[in-house]
């Protein structure tokens, strides 16, 4: 394996992952690196420059698709001979086979397992479809009007739903012009990236690596706090030298903390020493709480002038497929957003938002929750119940219990994490370790602990995945 | 009026506006600029410092909506006092009364107005209800397994069916993996822009203003180069410095011009000089082409190799409320989208790309197009005539009779744009002037000529509107 010499300037105009993949372009055309020279493993280099392990595998990925790399399994990424170079010195853009075309991604969830305990997903076979189908149909003959531009934020009676939804539900205090509507919540991070300017958030570590990756391409630098029994640590928040701060204090994802209040008046005090902070609140499954009502959102006790913008989205609580997210604006914030982003049109189609609309205020969607949180509590504890009979209820630790859509296994004794997800995946079961969800410090990850999300699991497929992971593991 | 000193750093990390807004900020605090004074005109102060009026605009909305202006109907902004200021030095996050909140946008448009001219509509009533209708309540009912994510550049058989179509009507060349399908021309207009990092584009003037303001959000620099009887200069082009050339070659915006084979020729060589260079094409309403087919996309004459990222929409030829855009991205471009926006969740609902999907592969969709098309054509020549018969032939110039959904009509001796424009809106007709796509040297706007947009007029109303403009203008 070769050694690199790199030198990444975080603070400057080029991303990160840009600045790794020229300097690596340049090293290849200088002959510093030559064909059939192996690159350092990503977590290597990452640890070695100080950049997250996504950073590294972008600029592996985009010299891949290039033709300056290959990548080979389970061996890592090899320059290749320059042969392989495109012409990029004089292009002439030639019509080359497309067997040179770059391959289209694979996703990265794995349906070819036998049971899938992946993050991602939900039981669709909850879908309230009769209900939904009715209102799409009723709109669609009723509401020509529906063809014609709305309102760039989101259509107006859907806004006022929403707030009255979030006002009851999640304690958010707000009006309807400080409401959002966008095709997702990757969508509404990056418009709150692109109005907030190039920077520098303080993410939790662990946690959502995508996150931190959408706010990183649209040029905000992220520095990895870690997570301790409270949630995100206020110290470490303050020692991070950030200007925003993404938390997911409802329930942190993936280690299931709550942040209790006191924390979170610290976060809120944080943002009050300096004009210009915001804390980005996630509030991405935060209907699935199983004992109480959920602790009210950060958003609620900043207030509407406050320093919270609150994101939520709805792939969870109907369907990933239908993209609507909601975003709250602190009222400091609307001008300057409606300067930059107002006159872009609503990326929602209008016939998907007044369904929601109308499912929303004809009070459907409530009933859908309170479906959807006693199926997926009866889950739970089946998958709970299943696990402590199959291992032995002294042998593990399940942690997660009162909110939803995963829980967090920690085997006493176990093979070490890396272990068991290899054992879990070959007898079928698709899942992930903790530690892959930390972007740094992996040595401080608890041992033997794995992430499982329920959400699209059977509920007749319970007693096998306990016993097939009994199994691989002991 | 006050004397400004600014200096902007069109090279710098921040954007103009955002520079512009911050020296204003400080120029206030200091006292340099006092309460009740009056800030230079946007049109003037824009002029002086070489940058769009959108610019300016910007900057002093978010001073406006911040207190720190005030704007006066028909008189510009002023400085408030400094009463008005919100406590930036030490924010402690009030409840302020909602009487301060900011004011929902208005809509550029003028719903009032008796006649629309506006060029942003469609002819709603001849949407395909029943067939979108029963597509989407068979896909509901029928294919449950579109609730779950699909794939991240649009679902794959959409895929296929748009290529195939680009394919055959507008002769682009690209495989099922050189498609990105998203919600709305905006949204993939803001991706092109984080993947290609902060470059010079140039941008066509007159134009397409909301192109421009996304690009330049998104932290691409805009050079303006004028439109000739061609299309954009080549030479223009050349002496810009831009390595993105944002153009409209089918029908440019506004002037209605297509751009020749031997303009489109000089643009691809160009592109092909350095490496890293792209032409971005907007093929925004190329299906309403009347007298003959259109000429193929500049991307088809460049290749699926060649440098040309390709733009469409499904706003104008189905309905604007619909959000489904796609895009074709250059073969050597792939590997870098992947790598930087592969993991990014698709943000058009999977049941909106069912039903366009079927709509598409039923033959629906071409035959939409060829009603839409005759309905369209048979209402320009039914304005155009109207029009003739009110002026008289020979007092007139229509141009943009070809291709579709606009008209520009120049009165020959006439009281100038300005008071064209304004005896038309008291008359109860919404136009813009052409003037007012003018970026920058609007003095070589060729006079008396306004921008009437006709999709969405009703047939029946045409006579009464020849005859409101003949008496507003004469």
């Not at 690196?33 to 592996?60: E, F, I, M, S």
């Not at 993209?323 to 300057?336: E, F, K, N, T």
């Not at 609309?357 to 004809?362: D, E, N």
């Amino acid at each position: 394996m070769v050694q690199l010499t790199v030198c990444l300037d975080s603070g400057g105009e080029k991303p990160l992952y840009q600045q790794l993949y020229e300097s690596l372009v340049s090293q290849i055309r200088s002959g510093a690196l030559k064909a059939g020279d192996r690159l350092p493993g990503k977590r290597a280099l990452a640890g070695q420059l100080a950049v997250a392990v996504n950073t590294v595998d972008t600029a592996y990925q985009m010299l891949a698709a290039e033709g300056y790399l290959e990548a080979r399994p389970r061996s890592g990424f090899f320059v290749l001979e320059s042969g392989g170079f495109p012409a990029v010195e004089a292009p002439a853009f030639p019509h080359r086979p497309a067997a040179d075309a770059p391959q289209e991604q694979e996703d990265e969830e794995e349906p070819c397992q036998r049971f899938d305990l992946s993050t991602g997903g939900v039981d669709t076979a909850l879908f309230p479809f009769r209900t939904w189908g009715r209102i799409q149909r009723d709109l669609l003959y009723g509401e020509p009007e529906l063809l014609r531009h709305g309102h760039r934020q989101g259509d107006e009676n859907l806004r006022r739903e929403l707030a009255e939804y979030l006002r009851a539900y999640r304690g958010v205090d707000c009006g309807v012009e400080q409401i959002v509507v966008g095709a997702g919540v990757e969508y509404l991070l990056g418009l709150v990236a692109r109005l907030l300017g190039p920077v520098t958030a303080a993410v939790e570590n662990p946690g959502y690596d995508r996150s931190r990756m959408i706010l990183e391409n649209s040029g905000v630098r992220c520095r990895c706090v870690s997570i301790d029994e409270g949630g995100l640590s206020a110290e470490g928040l303050e020692a991070s030298g950030a200007d925003l701060c993404y938390v997911t204090p409802s329930h942190h994802f993936p280690t299931a903390v709550t942040m209790p209040v006191s924390r979170r008046a610290q976060l809120l005090r944080w943002a009050r020493q300096r004009p210009g902070r915001y804390i980005l609140e996630d509030d991405y499954d935060a209907e699935f709480r199983f004992d109480t009502r959920p602790l009210p959102s950060l958003q609620g006790m900043g207030g509407r002038w406050g320093p919270v913008i609150y994101l939520c989205t709805f792939s969870k609580s109907l369907a990933p497929s239908i993209r609507i997210a909601c975003m709250v604006l602190p009222m400091g914030l609307l001008g300057q957003y409606q300067a930059v982003f107002g006159s872009y049109a609503n990326t929602v189609s209008r016939f998907e938002q007044q369904t929601l609309c109308r499912f929303l205020s004809q009070g459907h969607f409530t009933r859908h929750l309170s479906r959807m949180r006693s199926v997926y509590r009866g889950r739970m504890t089946a998958l709970a119940e299943a696990l402590e009979g199959a291992f032995g209820r002294e042998n593990i630790v399940l942690q997660g219990r009162h909110t939803g859509l995963h829980l967090l296994l920690t085997l006493k004794n176990g093979p070490g994490e890396e272990n068991m997800v290899r054992a879990a995946r070959q007898a079928g079961v698709a899942l992930r370790g903790l530690s892959q969800y930390y972007m740094e410090g992996r040595e401080t990850c608890p041992e033997n602990t794995v992430v499982l999300g329920y959400a699209s699991l059977r509920d007749e497929e319970i007693p096998a995945l306990a016993e097939a992971l009994q199994r691989a593991w002991t």
